[in-house]
């Protein structure tokens, strides 16, 4: 019984076999999932693939490539989404510097937009950062609004701890499992137990042995594994206290099946 708190099963790449996907990774152990959307039209697949399967839920935002185009009634549609149960987080929004030639100013203005709309709603968020920590850590600490998640953490294990003391849950993904990944290797170590999530990131970040192929649910696994290894504690603790975070962090209590 696993929880990968963030995927893009909506993805162009699952348009071949999308529900044939859903369905084997919830016969093969996906209790819960967040597909998390990038921008208006997969938030709103998103919220689509929420409606249509128990055990999926969804979050909407815009991610900060997108960002710098948010306009109000953007805005207004992603609220009007969040009327739906089943839209449990805002998300993923955030900065990510990556690209030389990108709008800062306008990812930080879209960032900034979307802490206060989750503050608005009283929902949790979901943070992408990039190549941005200082600029991510500062946002949202002045926004003084906390209920985050930092999502495929790829910061050090300083930081790992700042965004800890404010308050974040840190998610890693299946970067956690390559070998010279030291850095994420050693802010996993730092995390607290109660403060971690695991995730996928599918159709992206295919963990070992399978980099570079379409991602995978199912392997969320192989991030608890490479965790439970870095913590010293079985693959079947740390399911359940992921399972547990997870779903304090989305406040999700009910027992979902497939439909
Ligand atoms: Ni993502």
Do not use: W
Not at 76 to 98: F, N, P, W
Request: glycine fraction near 6%.
């Amino acid at each position: 019984m696993l929880f990968d708190t963030h995927a893009h099963l909506d993805d162009e790449k699952y348009d071949v076999d999308r529900d044939e996907v859903i369905k084997n990774i919830y016969d093969e152990g996906i209790s819960l999932l967040v597909n998390v959307g990038s921008d208006m039209e997969s938030s709103e697949k998103a919220l689509e693939l929420a409606k249509k399967y128990s055990f999926i839920y969804a979050a909407v935002g815009v991610h900060p490539y997108s960002a710098p185009h948010l306009t109000e009634e953007d805005i207004c549609y992603l609220k009007e989404m969040t009327k739906d149960k089943k839209v449990v987080a805002i998300g993923e929004i955030g900065l990510d510097y990556h690209f030389e030639d990108t709008d800062r100013i306008g990812q930080k203005k879209g960032f900034i937009r979307q802490i206060e709309l989750a503050r608005e709603l009283d929902l949790p968020y979901i943070v992408h950062d990039r190549d941005s920590h200082q600029d991510c850590y500062d946002i949202i600490k002045n926004s003084g609004y906390l209920r985050g998640v930092m999502h495929c953490f790829s910061g050090s294990s300083e930081f790992a701890k700042q965004m800890v003391d404010l308050g974040f849950y840190i998610s890693f993904a299946g970067t956690v499992t390559f070998k010279n990944a030291k850095k994420v290797h050693e802010a996993a170590k730092t995390v607290p137990l109660e403060r971690l999530l695991i995730e996928t990131d599918s159709p992206y970040l295919a963990p070992e042995p399978y980099r570079g192929k379409r991602n995978n649910p199912l392997n969320v696994i192989k991030t608890l594994e490479a965790i439970a290894d870095i913590k010293g504690i079985s693959i079947e603790k740390l399911a359940r206290i992921t399972m547990e975070n997870g779903k304090t962090f989305f406040g999700i209590n009910q027992k979902a099946g497939l439909l």
